[in-house]
């Protein structure tokens, strides 16, 4: 069986081969044949290209469930750091508790909130400012006889 290409076909073939217009020696046609179609595509230049790969719909299908469970851990992760820098600053004094829920809105919508929430001042006391025991130093200590 012979295949016969005409002067237009001869050109495309060649051209899309990548091969000169004059190019003549069959041999070199055909490696170059047996080249593009046995070299692995490079997706990221298939995709800069404008091209695409022809996948198994059922690969296609574990792709994107994984694609799906990929997005569900990476959007519960951003929200457990969100929460995390809430709870911190609650803890030291940052945030008052009654202002959690405008917080937690505030960084769902934008990231950057989290650098003026770290940027707060402590305007809450979290630790003990004053207390009614007099302490070891002494000074406020009963006098011996009082204790009968």
Sequence with gaps: MAITFDDAAQKRLLEALGLP?????????LLAVEDAVTTPVDPA?????????????????????????GATI???????????????????GRLAPANADKWRTLLEQSPEAAKVLASMPVTIPVTEIGH?????????????????
């Design 45 to 69: 230049v298939a995709a800069a290209a404008g091209a695409t790969i022809p996948i198994d719909i059922v690969k296609y299908e574990e792709l994107k469930a994984a694609a799906a469970q």
């Design 132 to 148: 009614s025991d007099p302490g070891t130093d002494g000074a406020a200590e009963e006098p011996t006889g009082w204790i009968r």
């Design 21 to 29: 217009d004059d190019e003549s020696n069959p041999e070199t046609v």
């Design 74 to 92: 990476a959007a519960a992760a951003a929200k457990r750091e969100r929460e995390q820098k809430i709870t911190d600053a609650i803890r030291e």
